[in-house]
Nanobody, 115 residues
């Protein structure tokens, strides 16, 4: 099992930046992929950016060039630049483990982009 705790959300002006951090604990050496999803108001939860073992990266088209995912100590971070109102959402850290079909989720952190 792995536990995921997000931090770094908040209120930011359009065009501003935020950095989200996800700290993993538990079976961190068994993590296959780790990354971020988001759920905007009234919408389904969508992929934002994911990093797989070996460093393969996947980004949603709507965040390419603005968001950057990177490994952090026992976790992952998400640098978000040029934020837009449409980026307002709850951001969730997620991970899966080798040999484990379960998808693990953090509690989420709220990001609000508003003037």
């Amino acid at each position: 099992q792995v536990q995921l705790v997000e931090s770094g959300g908040g209120l930011v002006l359009p065009g501003g930046s935020l950095r989200l951090t996800c700290v993993a604990s538990g079976s961190v050496n068994s993590i296959n992929s780790i990354g971020w999803y988001r759920q905007r108001p009234g919408k389904q939860r969508d992929l934002v950016a994911v990093m797989a073992t070996g460093g393969d990266l996947k980004y949603a088209d709507v965040v390419k060039g603005r968001f950057t995912i990177s490994r952090a100590k026992n976790g992952v971070s998400l640098q978000m630049n040029s934020l837009k109102a449409d980026d307002t959402a709850i951001y969730y850290c997620t991970a899966d483990l080798f040999g484990d079909s379960h998808q693990y989720w953090g509690q989420g952190t709220q990001v609000t982009v508003s003037s």
